[in-house]
């Protein structure tokens, strides 16, 4: 690999595979390679992979395919949570160098040919970053997962839940407003198992940590900026959540549940017992209280082994009394090494693609309701997308502070004059395709 200083980087699955991807491209621009956007050109490509279901999976083997044609002499490098579990399969494919594991994946932040780092899982992985490649930059706070769910592959692919320290968060957190970012979106593989870690204090949970950082960065930059939760347990909604969601300024309005299914039977059954989703409602009542308008998404599996009718219904009923603003519906997805794996009573592939499609029609009906909601508001506050992220002759789009999406719609801007990465106040015209159109407001900076 000597010699080859260019590469080119593929990214698939979860914000924390973004974040660390982006980890790897900052150190290997500082060790002097150069990226390229053109896999072609590349003499190293990297293909951070993503395990999560088999449609992730069968992705992988495409992209690696599809990159080895584009570029027959490159070294592809796999990393992320197939690299884990399927190494011997994938370092089949054509064109690989090299599977990397997530115990050694600290080593691809030298330079090629990179080293062998002595990586324990109990220990949080090195990754940082300074900037971002996107227009919202993303705070990677825990990684792993020790819960063990049924249906999950992540624990064999992430290992057990470690969680960053403080002090390197709210550092990193700082550096990214001060490079110019004004949203930060929290993330983590398990929010609910991170543990608050800073000199002389040691376990406070997710809401100590969100209390703390609101509170280091709120007095220069509320109003400037905000921080986005990228996801949680519905077990982590309790009295004190709602007291810190209440007290911090820079919170966007907006939370998404890793909730998976509504009927708590289901839930036993996927080893996730410790949440009774019938409180749910409740919480939200509460929640309204404190923010009058918020958008709320949520992670839903149907057809899991031994799902009835009933139960499917069930947690139908839960999802319409819910003021969802969107899902995530996936159908179950049969993964190897999982305790679900092996269960009886295998739902068939057209039940769980119906239920999945039933579910979708009442998230979109709910969507459209909530985005027709938010044409009676007067402004929204809306990140809008760098250039690089999407096609240059579209309008530009962002997310608002709902996190819902938005298209500019007039020209009564110039598109070279709106700001990027800033928050941007806009006045909502009209709902098109799953996306709010908008137009900037007078005095458009927030």
């Given amino acids: 690999m000597t010699g080859q200083n260019t590469f080119f980087l593929a990214t698939l699955g979860c914000k924390v595979n973004q974040y660390e991807s982006h980890a790897?491209?900052?150190?290997?621009?500082?060790?002097?390679?150069?990226?390229?956007?053109?896999?072609?050109?590349?003499?190293?490509?990297?293909?951070?992979?993503?395990?999560?279901?088999?449609?992730?999976?069968?992705?992988?083997?495409?992209?690696?395919?599809?990159?080895?044609?584009?570029?027959?002499?490159?070294?592809?490098?796999?990393?992320?949570?197939a690299a884990e579990v399927l190494e011997k399969e994938l370092a089949g494919l054509p064109g690989v160098w090299a599977v990397v594991g997530q115990a050694d994946k600290a080593g691809l932040l030298a330079a090629p040919p990179f080293t062998a780092v002595d990586s324990?899982?109990?220990?949080?992985?090195?990754?940082?970053?300074?900037?971002?490649?996107?227009?919202?930059?993303?705070l990677k706070i825990q990684d792993g997962c020790s819960h063990g769910c049924a249906y999950c592959i992540v624990p064999l692919t992430r290992g057990r839940a470690r969680s960053r320290a403080y002090a390197d968060a709210v550092e990193e957190a700082g550096r990214l407003l001060?490079?110019?970012?004004?949203?930060?979106?929290?993330?983590?593989?398990?929010l609910r198992q991170y543990t608050l870690t800073s000199e002389g204090d040691a376990g406070g949970d997710f809401w100590d940590f969100l209390s703390r950082l609101d509170a280091?960065?709120?007095?220069?930059?509320?109003?400037?900026?905000?921080?986005?939760?990228?996801?949680?347990?519905?077990?982590?909604?309790?009295?004190?959540?709602?007291e810190v969601l209440q007290a911090c300024a820079m919170l966007a309005p907006h939370l998404h549940l890793s909730l998976q299914s509504g009927s708590p039977s289901v839930l036993w059954r996927m080893g996730r017992g410790h949440y009774d989703p019938a409180s749910l409602p409740e919480f939200f009542t509460a929640l309204q209280r404190i923010w009058p308008v918020f958008g709320l998404g949520a992670d839903l599996l149907t057809g899991f082994p031994g799902e009835s009718e009933a139960e499917f219904a069930q947690g139908l009923e839960l999802c319409r009394a819910l003021p969802l603003t969107y899902a995530h519906v996936f159908p179950y997805s049969r993964r190897p090494g999982t305790r679900a794996a092996?269960?009886?009573?295998?739902?068939?592939?057209?039940?769980?693609?119906?239920?999945?499609a039933r579910l979708r029609a009442l998230v979109q009906e709910?969507?459209?309701?909530?985005?027709?909601?938010?044409?009676?508001?007067?402004?929204?506050?809306?990140?809008?997308?760098?250039?690089?992220?999407?096609?240059g002759s579209a309008p530009?789009?962002?997310?608002?502070?709902?996190?819902?999406?938005?298209?500019?719609?007039?020209?009564?801007?110039?598109?070279?004059?709106?700001?990027?990465?800033?928050?941007?106040?806009?006045?909502?015209?009209?709902?098109?395709?799953?996306?709010l159109v908008v137009e900037p407001a007078h005095g458009a900076r927030d």
Avoid at 123 to 137: L, T, W
Avoid at 178 to 190: C, H, L, P, T, Y
Avoid at 342 to 356: C, F, L, S, Y
């Fill in 216 to 242: 280091a960065l709120a007095p220069e930059w509320r109003g400037r900026a905000r921080l986005r939760i990228s996801s949680l347990e519905p077990g982590q909604l309790d009295h004190n959540a709602l």
């Fill in 366 to 391: 709910k969507k459209e309701h909530f985005f027709h909601f938010l044409l009676t508001l007067p402004r929204l506050q809306v990140v809008f997308e760098d250039r690089e992220e999407q096609d």
């Fill in 120 to 138: 324990k899982e109990t220990a949080y992985p090195p990754f940082a970053v300074s900037g971002y490649d996107r227009s919202r930059a993303v």
């Fill in 342 to 356: 092996g269960m009886p009573d295998q739902v068939p592939p057209e039940v769980k693609k119906d239920r999945a």
């Fill in 24 to 81: 790897l491209r900052e150190a290997w621009l500082g060790r002097g390679l150069r990226e390229t956007k053109d896999p072609a050109l590349a003499g190293i490509i990297l293909v951070n992979s993503c395990a999560v279901t088999a449609k992730a999976v069968a992705d992988v083997r495409a992209t690696v395919r599809r990159l080895n044609r584009a570029a027959p002499g490159a070294a592809i490098i796999i990393s992320g949570c």
């Fill in 396 to 435: 530009p789009r962002g997310v608002c502070e709902f996190y819902a999406d938005c298209t500019l719609g007039s020209a009564d801007k110039p598109e070279h004059d709106l700001p990027r990465r800033e928050i941007v106040t806009v006045r909502p015209l009209a709902v098109r395709k799953n996306n």
């Fill in 178 to 190: 001060r490079a110019g970012f004004r949203e930060i979106v929290i993330s983590g593989v398990n």
